[in-house]
């Protein structure tokens, strides 16, 4: 099966099974092998074994009502230099999702963060990560500390964009900026990485899959993924990335308040926003990079359903001017506020 989005980070293999018993019943299965990656910390924001510890710690056993429900763990198998999950096969009865659907994402986003910022003990195991969207900034350096390498192409300068790029520098070298204030916002465990590919809907249920990026993190910092990769996969288009925004950011302060959150919203959005322009730091990498890679370009086409490759980059460049200049100007005014 298709890794989705993240398996460019590498390491994994994903397999539907269907097993016959004696009985002559078949059984459907999800394996997911997760390779090793020597040398690799755990606290790493990708670390290869995450998913494996947190699906062996427990600690999804009781999640917070009303928000979402795992995948059933048949089996956990470690072998050293991999791990194996078996886990149910589960078929996605959802088309595609309106607005209220966003909205009902982050309502329940929101109840989940609540949980743990309402009393519940913070899971304080050494292999979460710690602020996910400041811990991939390191690795962004080889590129961003020099972009001209990137910008030889007619069709990088127009995913940039260029007219921005003075812009894109200076966030880059205030990164810091946004790293502490998320430092300094309230904490809660977080599962980093929910977006449409990784939120199933069966019956009444909303089943959320993937927790390799699962880590302690900011009030709002949750809601990033849902945001940004929609504006990418989902249709939404620049003028309607604000609509997108607001909708999403009221549900998650509705499942903050409904979990008995009573901070001020400013904090959530402070959150939301600095790790947005963090998260659009590291767009501005992976996109010139697959801009340079030719070989994957009949695939990007299929992804995001054009033809042209210069369509690819001014999405690339409207996405960009969204999720990271104007992220970047609102937390700048928030922290000054």
């Known amino acids: 099966?298709?890794?989705?989005?993240?398996?460019?980070?590498?390491?994994?293999?994903?397999?539907?099974?269907?097993?016959?018993?004696?009985?002559?019943?078949?059984?459907p299965f999800i394996v997911k092998i997760l390779y090793e990656r020597r040398g690799e910390n755990e606290r790493s924001p990708y670390y290869w074994k995450r998913e494996f510890e947190v699906y062996r710690s427990g600690m999804l056993d009781g999640m917070?009502?009303?928000?979402?429900?795992?995948?059933?763990?048949?089996?956990?198998?470690?072998?050293?230099?991999?791990?194996?999950?078996?886990m149910e096969d589960i078929a996605d009865d959802k088309g595609a999702w309106s607005l209220a659907d966003f909205h009902d994402?982050?309502?329940?986003?929101?109840?989940?963060?609540?949980?743990?910022?309402?009393?519940?003990?913070?899971?304080?195991?050494?292999w979460l990560s710690r602020n996910w969207h400041s811990a991939i900034i390191p690795g962004l350096a080889d590129r961003l500390?020099?972009?001209?390498?990137?910008?030889?192409?007619?069709?990088?300068?127009?995913?940039?964009?260029?007219?921005?790029?003075?812009?894109?520098?200076?966030?880059?070298?205030?990164?810091?900026?946004?790293?502490?204030?998320l430092a300094q916002q309230p904490q809660t465990f977080c599962h980093t990485d929910a977006f449409r590919r990784n939120i199933l809907h069966r019956d009444d249920d909303v089943v959320l899959l993937d927790w390799a990026l699962a880590s302690v993190g900011a009030i709002g910092e949750e809601l990033v993924c849902l945001v940004a990769v929609s504006l990418f996969y989902e249709g939404f288009t620049a003028a309607r990335a604000d609509e997108l925004d607001n909708t999403a950011?009221?549900?998650?302060?509705?499942?903050l308040r409904e979990a008995g959150w009573r901070g001020e919203p400013?904090?959530?959005?402070?959150?939301f926003t600095c790790a947005m322009v963090l998260r659009g730091l590291a767009g501005v990498k992976q996109d010139l990079?697959?801009?340079?890679?030719?070989?994957?370009?009949?695939?990007?086409?299929?992804?995001?359903?054009?033809t042209g490759l210069q369509d690819v980059a001014r999405l690339f460049a409207d996405v960009r001017r969204f999720r990271l200049l104007k992220m970047a100007r609102e937390a700048r005014a928030l922290l000054k506020a």
Do not use: K
């Not at 989005?5 to 016959?20: D, H, I, K, M, N």
């Not at 964009?161 to 502490?180: H, K």
């Not at 009221?250 to 499942?255: P, R, S």
């Not at 400013?266 to 959150?271: F, I, K, P, S, V």
């Open 64 to 86: 917070p009502a009303n928000t979402f429900t795992t995948p059933e763990i048949h089996r956990l198998d470690d072998h050293g230099d991999s791990c194996w999950i078996w």
């Open 266 to 271: 400013e904090l959530a959005r402070l959150g």
């Open 145 to 181: 500390d020099n972009l001209a390498p990137l910008l030889e192409t007619p069709l990088a300068r127009i995913a940039l964009p260029m007219d921005a790029r003075d812009e894109i520098e200076a966030i880059w070298q205030e990164r810091r900026l946004f790293q502490d204030a």
């Open 249 to 255: 950011f009221a549900g998650y302060i509705a499942g």
């Open 289 to 306: 990079e697959m801009l340079h890679d030719a070989g994957g370009y009949e695939q990007m086409l299929r992804t995001h359903g054009m």
């Open 1 to 27: 099966m298709h890794g989705g989005f993240g398996s460019a980070v590498g390491g994994t293999g994903l397999y539907r099974l269907r097993l016959r018993t004696a009985a002559t019943q078949t059984l």
């Open 105 to 126: 994402i982050a309502l329940r986003l929101g109840r989940f963060n609540g949980a743990w910022l309402n009393g519940a003990a913070q899971p304080s195991y050494a």
